[in-house]
């Protein structure tokens, strides 16, 4: 008999199949049909046990399939429109591999802290379940979109004696007696990675020592950095905005089970279409002067002033050149030299900035005397400043946090619940 | 006029069109025509100066084209059989964008020391340009393989409070006044994954802090491991060989020019076909004691070693069943107790271990007696114990090493060369 997964069932109506899996739940209807529903990974299969077609040996067990107990279960596929998946299973024989006694994570509500510490159990269940699964889907969707297009993936570095984002939020290990930090960002290296292969974008763990304990911070985070040679700003947001929408689109399609598990309003991520609206800093501050009093121009926004300026457009929305005081120290400037050439992506429903880009400064002295003013070590930028010397062109870049464009098309505000094992100020284990 | 990528020119003859890159080389063949070669990231093109049909200013000026200057420049695409990528372009006009002067890297020979201190430049040359395509082709290979069988990628965190395979050569970090460790292999991770999703891969960069200063060993390298619920160590293989048999196929055909460039014998890849040969530790002890002297059985091997056992087949070679001194704390006993259930793949012509894999010990019981023997602390390992507790299942999995892998396939002894920026003793830079 083959073992066959649950998710594909459906090609196995009016078939015995073997399915291995763990049990979801239980419940005895009468003492002569009880349900047992089993999850494999793939999905979930209501399983059907009746007195007289199931041999008594198993109904007289049932009691010992306890939730998470795993089983190897055999079956006649019946169509069933009524049941998950379509399908429903009547039950020929199971048996019990690995028992599960007191499984700690139960159908009543759990306090988060408690299911931190059990987060390799917490996955199993129904919602985390649907959140990885659009993750994977999003990750693959943002990949395929690059490598269709000509893109090479780089791997930057990890350990780098560079910062690139200034020193104050970063890691710090010791590497055979010198000191090396952990990347805070790949882009510094995917400039280099451009300059050779044209379309390049890394995809890696990056880290920052926040403190802060806010829903929207991870100490390790995944990031997607592409960088283009030859690209200005607004080629920079018009491959944003496609990116964007052909991602969102693809997990729509193709996790629309996982969106209704996760009761995901779609209708919000259907109207995700381009051209994204794109508004100045300077308009951006113009509108918060007028509806707040706690912003300041000239200052970072934050995470309020991000739910303001997107809540007016129902769709991201770009904010472009930004005072050079509150943005690192490798943006071109602007026309007007107060300003530099990033752009910002702001999620609509208040999830706040998920893409940061920009274009680079590429004229070596310009960009040496902003090194010094930003009091970074010229010989730790030799290498930087080298792809100003030899060729030097202009090319922009962005950088999209999976695990905040994750929390936004699943509408789950908290990011701890958007990576596998998340690591937070007080968050190591397991 | 259109901008166009070198790579699709074929696509463009009879088209003037506009191609943004570097100058590769120059070669003036007379005062009346003279020649460029261009590189844009995706390929080399071939421009041709006329007098009389090119503008004289940019004959004139053709000096001020050095190695590395980048350029925008337009002309006329014609087909042409003897040159690279089969086209090449009657220029029309040159503008330079950024010039290059005394451009570090020449066409002759250079130390590695100085390539490595140049390695952000150093990725513009041919070679270095052809090997990371092949790791940027082989890695999506990998990752499209496991996507279609319905493998749901789960990242592993790189910061933990465990160590997987020992905690000799950890590199560590203050993590907020705690010690935190960097992932030496995202397994025991990967299998909580596995567990709630049945199918699963981590993916990402892996840390040793290995002294050693051999041709094989990066203390930052990257890895991809799958593991599989209710999978056997057999299973394991079966997969192992089939996975690698496509991923080589696949580059193969698509790399085409890359192998060439590289001047790799495609002969020695096209027969990598399963089925692998698969022979115990016992067995491969009894080939090493007859050919060398500097084996003892219940070692581990060496990369000699290894290169004995490989050329025997001319193919991928599986040894399977090692004595469980030599590996970690993970894997299920054998039949004979003597033995854990590990499976290590060695590539042909002396490339050495790429895969390592195994069974995953599955007894609670078994496991908690084995973390004592390792003298692991069992705190830390609550977690990974209750994998065992609540529902445990037989399950295996595999690590793959990229670097490796694309060494072998790319015939580059050395993995300082198979990714982008090599971290090594004494490489932190650039």
Known sequence: MSWVSIKDLKKHIGEEVLIKGWVYNTRASSKNIKFLILRDGSGLLQCVLFKGETPEEFINRFDELTQETSVEVTGLIKEDARAVGGVEMAVRSVKIIGISTDYPITPKEHGTPFLMENRHLWLRSKKQ????????RATK??????????????ESPILSANSCEGTTTLFSCDYFGEQAYLSQSGQLYAEASALAHGKVYTFGPTFRAEKSKTRRHLTE???????MAFYDLDMNMDLIEDFIEHVVRVVVVDCKNELETLERDVSKLECVCKPFPRISYKEASDVLL?????FEEGGDFGGGHETILSEKYGKPVFVYDFPKEIKAFYFKRSAD???????????????GEIVGGGQREDNYDELLKRLHEYELN????KWYLDLRKYGSIPHSGFGIGIERTVGWICGVPHLRETIPFPRMLNNLRP
Not at 129 to 136: E, F, L
Not at 221 to 227: A, D, G, K, R, V
Not at 378 to 381: Q, S
């Open 290 to 294: 007028k509806e707040t009093d706690d």
């Open 141 to 154: 969707a943002m990949r395929d979109y690059l490598d269709d297009r000509g893109f090479i993936c780089m």
């Open 378 to 381: 010229e010989a730790d930028y």
């Open 337 to 351: 030299p107060k300003y530099v050439r990033g752009c910002d992506l702001l999620a609509p429903e208040g999830f």
């Open 129 to 136: 379940h649907a959140i990885m699964r659009v993750r994977a």
């Open 221 to 227: 985070f995944w990031m997607l950095e592409p960088e």
